[in-house]
């Protein structure tokens, strides 16, 4: 029985279909959805996806029948629904355009080797997201990993090789694929299906623990935490460290620099999955992340069990920050507040430092700690590294950050003010005026860039950002910026 929903003019129009078949087939449920552009597509049912046994159903029929019945349902549907000319494929009645999952549960009859006996009565499962922000594949039977091919091979028995046939999927691992450029690398893999184990290598390395594929391409600087560390940290964790990572597009300063936040997600040293002198054989791989959502800095609750609070708790358990709420002061409290400032190198970097610790000081705050978690207060330049670092803040603690000049508001938002309060910290803003941006000392007065940001804007990102994000640096104006620390200090006595 199916439920399908077609386009009709502007109304949507449900029936149902019986099928007088009786016989034993997959467990599927179609639902079939309206786009602007009137396509028709299938998506199986959430509820298919949390299946975590497979329930066979035995009518006595043999499993040549089956597969000869199931081969003619896909004959007809193809007729039915994939005469289009388009590129879409059909699998067991199903319409794959830009994602697919599939359950590959049949038992088969095929005569193994002693050897492939115990892989061969292994049930295959295979899934994949290829939408949104991040694709991923997760699958389980006798898998083997090619770096020389860059391809993931998943062996399928004769009953599934009208799903395997002819179909291979190519992704790249990366978490955050919207974000790569023309010169951001992250190397594409294919998972493919095959139906004979003589028609792939041999393994040379066999692994009893599942596998994680993922880039360590693409942007991966200081905003690890976005790209690939949270996506990571919610693909991993309810494996519990008994899981081998596999990195592609490896950067050994990288690994070093993150080596603890690896270690505390894995107890496997990581591999690199490009070397090609060896085929890696596992019985579960996930290839790519998962996690990732609209929101930076942020956890997908409909592909992961976690938050991104359980993601704080996680790392204040492993690095055993002992701080879990910020100071609370009580009027005559001797205790004085810790407050942060997060400096720069390079561009948007404070040129009075000095003066705002001062500021900060006659206001009774402690000096300056370089220990996030110890700190109540966290002050840091718009749009830069210091989004790595409210991860380690305590509960209830106060993000301050200066907005540089240029229209940068909605970005401070999206990547700093909705994560905050996701993650129960308290936010603030001090949005500069042009006469703290070092920029009039670049430009004349009345030139574009400091009259008119959005004309710059409409250039493109990367003049928008040599100018804004590249060449400016802030001269904070303390007395302009008191009240923003004083809000911050009344918060505290809250």
Known sequence: ????????????????VFNPYLGSLPLLSFRLSTWDDQKLFVVNDSSLQMVKEIIPINDGSSSQEAVARDAEMVRNNKKLINDDGSSRKTVNGIIIEDSLIVNDTSNSQEIATAADAAAMDEKTELRCNIMGRSEFCEMKGDI????????????SSETDILTAENTSWSIRPYARKEALGEKDFARKWSVKPVTSRLDIARCTRNHSVPAILFSAGGYSGNFFPCYIIIPLYST??????EVQF???????????????????LSRY???????RHDVHCFHSLTIGLKGRNNKELSIDSSTSPYSMKDFRKFLRSWY?????TAAIIRDGDKRKPRLLIIPRKRSRSFTNVGEIAQLAESLSYQDLQKIINSCDVLIFMGHGAGLTNIVFLPENAILIQVVPFGMLEWASRASFE???????IRYLDY??????????QQYPADHEVLRDPSAIGKQGWVAFRSIYLDKQNVTLDVERFRPTLVKALQLLHQ
């Open 431 to 440: 949005k500069i005026k042009v006469e703290e941006s070092t920029l009039i």
């Open 269 to 275: 040293e990581i591999i690199d999955i490009d070397d």
């Open 320 to 324: 055993s920050l002992k701080k879990i």
């Open 144 to 155: 083997r990993i090619d770096g020389n091919s860059s391809t993931a091979f998943i062996v």
């Open 246 to 264: 596999l990195m592609t597009d490896r950067k050994p300063w990288w690994i070093a620099k993150f080596k603890t936040l690896f270690e505390a």
């Open 236 to 241: 991993a964790r309810t494996l519990n460290r």
């Open 1 to 16: 029985m199916g439920r399908w929903l077609l386009p009709c003019s502007s109304h949507s129009v449900f029936f149902t």
């Open 418 to 424: 909705d994560p905050a309060k996701d993650m129960n």
